[in-house]
């Protein structure tokens, strides 16, 4: 049941961010927002089929056990696509607002991306072993939560700002993310049903993808 439920949802979810992403580069008109928008969207569903794929595979053959290498690569190479996904939402939020200059946030903004990659690429992890030490999950992920952190400031405070109604929850939708992928991180090695939630965290990031894709059909 486990397998078909939850290859069912990846299935959904894949699709879903892919096919969105894809028709807003295709429909966005030449509109950098938006193009830039279904990039991160692209980004979003490609780099998590590297490790949903595999995972739907061992789900529905041998076990997860039988598929250490696949799932840690694929878990590796989500890991920096999901720091290039936050450093491209960054520059939607800078043309959506307009916003010039700001060298230093930019600045951090790299900086805190290239920590994460950087980190994601020592071998300590021990990505393609089953025993992956968990400080170091801990260690890749501060720079990360940091990076969200600003992204959740930035669009809190501009969309009230500007009164955007259509990205007014934006910053939400980040919120929702960490919250359910911080416990998967710290807990789920010792409680497996707690990796149960990346299923609401998948879950906002579709939200995600979809409010960018009703802010371009409305704005069009």
Excluded at 103 to 130: D, E, F, I, Y
Aim: charged share 15%; glycine share 8%; with cysteine.
């Amino acid at each position: 049941m486990q397998a078909i439920m939850e290859t069912g949802f990846d299935i959904v979810y894949l699709v879903t961010v892919l096919t969105l992403g894809i028709r807003m580069l295709r429909e966005c008109g030449g509109r950098a927002q938006f193009r830039l928008f279904g990039a991160m969207a692209v980004v979003l569903g490609a780099g998590d089929a590297f490790h949903l794929v595999p995972r739907a595979v061992a789900l529905c053959t041998t076990g997860l056990e039988n598929y250490t290498v696949a799932l840690g690569a694929g878990k590796w190479i989500t890991s920096i696509t999901m720091t290039v996904f936050y450093v491209l939402l960054y520059y939607v939020w800078r043309l959506r607002y307009a916003v010039s200059g700001r060298r230093g946030l930019t600045a951090l903004v790299w900086v805190l991306a290239a920590l994460r990659v950087g980190l994601c690429m020592m071998p300590q992890n021990r990505w393609l072993s089953t025993d992956a030490p968990l400080i170091w999950g801990i260690w890749r992920n501060l720079p990360f939560a940091a990076l969200g952190i600003v992204i959740i400031l930035l669009f809190y405070r501009s969309a009230g700002d500007h009164g955007d109604k259509a990205f007014r929850w934006m910053w939400l939708t980040i919120v929702l993310s960490f919250a359910f992928y911080i416990p998967v991180v710290l807990w789920a090695d010792a409680v497996p049903m707690i990796g149960m939630l990346m299923i609401p965290k998948t879950c906002a990031y579709v939200w995600t993808v979809v409010i960018g894709w009703r802010a371009m059909k409305a704005e069009a």
